[in-house]
Each structure stands twice: as structure tokens, then as C-alpha cells.
């Protein structure tokens, strides 16, 4: 008895001990530069998250103070516009809130069906708690809206619906694909400065605005004025996802650069915030002729709220890995035998390679070699598309695939490659692939892992 007594103190010691080193270890590794950048890497993370949820880089004097949208979320009633914005719209129109925001008095009033989620004065609420994904307000000493400012967040995030249907916690990169930026932008009583910026009357910045619809937005418009295709369809694309980015070379769909650049860009000529931002190929007047004019190229505010951020910024998306899929998902044997045809027989993986399912390299294509109109390419410096990374497609099917969603379903998109490179594909083939693309990331993900150690 004595002597396993000992054994188990001396057991113990020795796993407190092993604990102990191995900890020590970790927090100071015996290289100091190693130690730096360990730190570094945690302040740029927390940093860069605080940026993409909260910072509006000034943006509000833009929103705000130029467009007036805080007046027409607040209405009349508290000294706005019209009637004002309830949150039952404000969900309709595919905002969301952050469950994590709520005071628990607030959770349980929800609950109890005490919140009346057509009264727009609870909107004001939730912009006070900051709960409102994306949206930020500023007030005034008695409570009413002084100015709104929109982040990052607003378009590439959503939340998982835990509490009720758009309310829940955050999921940071994931693309918002219920929401209608169009809609939104177009309640804003004063749309003249867009309408000078594009050079065409307000009536018709609205017709554009609502020709967008749920999940999609036009950056480019802003640069060429082309809102609709030659066919008459609008020229929006989807809201991508800024998860799963790591290792990617260019991005956006028509690859206008790197992620720093892309969220400058958007920072300064999208979100209207005050920074610095140079592209001269945007001075290229016959191809951007609204930004040649305007000299987006070349913008320039002494007061900077945005170029301090891009490092964190950046460093903050590629460290949101694409999330696993849902167990029972998609369909294991289906995926596995798609999974080889992907890599063998449909040629896929010669531009999706994996595990990036994208080129490593320069990841762009014209637009005959995937069978496609080069409309949106051509709006772009480099008059191509981007190979799209594929990992976390699961996550954003709604709204469709390709750039503008012509193809509504993954099925629809390898018949379309099917018949564009003469595959020989059976029905079989199609829907395999398809599962095997909702089953992207693939196993060695560390979210599927902690799954795993879950069941
Ligand atoms: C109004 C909605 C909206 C806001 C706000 C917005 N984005 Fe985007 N984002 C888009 C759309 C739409 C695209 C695709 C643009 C294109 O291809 O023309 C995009 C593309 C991207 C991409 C490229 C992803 C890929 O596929 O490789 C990144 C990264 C990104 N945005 C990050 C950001 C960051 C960071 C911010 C804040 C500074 C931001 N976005 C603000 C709508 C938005
Ligand atoms: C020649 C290079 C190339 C090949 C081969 C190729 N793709 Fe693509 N893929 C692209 C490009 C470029 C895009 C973006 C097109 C766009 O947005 O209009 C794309 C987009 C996609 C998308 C849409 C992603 C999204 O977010 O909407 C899917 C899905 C896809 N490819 C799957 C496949 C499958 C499956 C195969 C094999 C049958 C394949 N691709 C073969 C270049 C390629």
C-alpha cells in the first residue's frame, strides 16, 4: 500500500514536472527573436480583429455625414427620416447581430417576447451595445444618431444563428450572403454626391442600387461607371469569403492584387475612410474612366486611420482558416471517388491546385479558357479571372458560384466545365466532384480535428 503511494506521488511529480518544461518552453523559446515574433503575431491578431469588427478608418464622416444613412436607421421619431429602420427590417435586409454584444437582460427580454423587433428604437439599442455586425453608430448626448460608419464586417461576416435567425455569434470571413448593400445604401436621403461622383442623376443611382440584391456589390463601379452588362444583368458580383487566404496570391475575382492592397483599396475608395492609397493604373482613363477623373489613384488625407492597419488587418484574414464542414454534410464515399476525378479525369487540380485550390503563382486565367464572357474580367487591370480558392464552399452556396452567381448550383458548375473542356463526365462523375467540393477543407484542418475530438 505504501509503496504504491509513493509510485503515484512520484507519478504525479514527474507529469507536473513534464507539464511545467513543456510550458516553459513555449512561452520562451530559447532564441529571443523567437519570442519577439511569437508576441508579435498575438498583438497583430487581437489588433487586426479589432479592426476588421469595429474601425470605421473615419468612414462616418461619408456615411454619415454626407449621405445622411444614420438618419433613415433612426426615423423621423428621433429626429431622422422617414420611419426608421426596426430590427425585424433590419434583419430582412440580411444585417445580423452579435448574440456575444447582448447584456444578458436584454437575452432574456428577447426571450420572453418582451422586445418589440418592429420598433426601430430598438435598433438604436443594438447600435449602442455595438451589436449590429459591421455597423457602427455615433451619438448624441440625448440618444439620438449623430452618425453611422460601416466596417469590414459589415460584408465579410455572419453569425451561426445560435440564438435565432441572424442573431448569434460572430463568424469573422464568411461571406454575408443575405445582405442587400444595395438596399441599405439606397435609404440614405442625400445619394446626389454618388450621383455626381458617377456622373448621372439620383434616380439612377437607385435603379443600380437595387439591381444589386442579396449577397452582391460593385466595386468597380466606382472606377468604370458600368453597372450593367451588355446583356442588360447587373454588373455586381458576389461577396466572396476573406477566410481560407493564406498562400493565396492575388484576390477578388478578377484579381486586382494582394490582400493589402485589396483592403486599401476598399478601406479608402469603397468605405469612404480618410487614408493614403495609390494605383496608378487607375489614371488608365478609358478603362476606369470615374476613377481617372476623380483621381482615385492617387488619394491622399493627412490625417492616415488607415494605412497603420493594414498589417494587422492583413495578418488577422490569413490566420481565419476556411471553417470544416458540418459532420454528415456531404457524402463520404461519393466525395472520395470525387475527389479522385478532381485530380485525375476532369483536370481540375491543374488550376485548383490543392491543398490552396487555387495556382500557387500567378492565379489568373482569361476568360475563354473557362468558357465565360469576359465582361467582369475586362474591368479589371489584368482583364482576367482569378482561380477561386475552393476551401469552405460549403459555406457561402447561396447566392450561386463564378463570380456572379451565374451558375446556381456546384452540379451546374462542372457540367459547365464539362462541356467547356470536353470532359467526358457521367451524371455520376458531376454529383461525385460536387460532393467532394462540399467536403472542402480537407481532414488535416484544425477546426475538423477539434470536431473530432468532440464526439
Ligand atoms: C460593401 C461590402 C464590402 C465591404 C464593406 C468590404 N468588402 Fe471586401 N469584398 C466585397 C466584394 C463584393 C468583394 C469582391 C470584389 C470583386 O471581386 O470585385 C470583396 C473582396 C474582398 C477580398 C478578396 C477575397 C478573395 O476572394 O480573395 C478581401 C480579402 C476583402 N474583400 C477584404 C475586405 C476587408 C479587409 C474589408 C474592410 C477594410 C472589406 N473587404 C470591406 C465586399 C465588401
Ligand atoms: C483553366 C483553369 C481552371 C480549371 C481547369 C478549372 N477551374 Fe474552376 N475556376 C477557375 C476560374 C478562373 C474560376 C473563377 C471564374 C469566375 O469567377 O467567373 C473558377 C471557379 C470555380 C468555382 C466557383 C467558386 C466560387 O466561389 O464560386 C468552382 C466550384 C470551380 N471553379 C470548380 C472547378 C472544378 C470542379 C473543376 C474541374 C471540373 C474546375 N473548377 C476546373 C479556373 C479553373
Known sequence: MKKLKLLLILAVASLVAVTLYSEQKHKNPAAPQDAMVNENSEHAVANG????????FGDE????????????LEGAKFGGVGPGVSPATALAVGLKVDQDALPLAVVQAIKAGQVDLNDPAVTLTLLKLNAVLGVTGFFNPDGSLKSVGIQCALCHSTVDNAFAPGIGHRLDGWANRDLNVGAIVGLAPNLQP????????VATVKTVLASWGPGKFDAELFMDGKAFRPDGGSGSVLIPPAFGLA????????????VPYWNAFVANLEMHGKGNFSDARLDDAAKFPVAAKNGFGHV??????????????????????????????FDQAAAARGEALFNGKAQCSSCHTPPLYTE????????AEVCVDDFQAGRSPDDRYRTSPLNGLWTHTKGGFYHDGRFATLTAVVDHYNSCMNLGLSGQDESDISQFLLSLPKNNNRDRDKDHDRD
Not at 480583429?49 to 470605421?56: A, N, Y
Open 61 to 72: 464622416d461619408f456615411w454619415g455625414g454626407t449621405l445622411g444613412l444614420h438618419k433613415a
Open 194 to 201: 454618388v450621383a455626381d461622383v458617377l456622373g448621372v442623376d
Open 300 to 329: 491622399h488625407n493627412d490625417v492616415d486611420l488607415i494605412t497603420s492597419k493594414l498589417g494587422p488587418l492583413q495578418l488577422y484574414q490569413l490566420d481565419i482558416a476556411a471553417p470544416a464542414p458540418p459532420k454528415g454534410s
Open 247 to 258: 498562400g493565396v496570391n492575388l484576390h477578388t475575382w478578377t484579381g486586382w492584387g494582394s
Open 49 to 56: 480583429r479589432q479592426v476588421f469588427r469595429f474601425d470605421t
Open 360 to 367: 500557387p503563382g500567378w492565379n489568373m486565367h482569361t476568360a
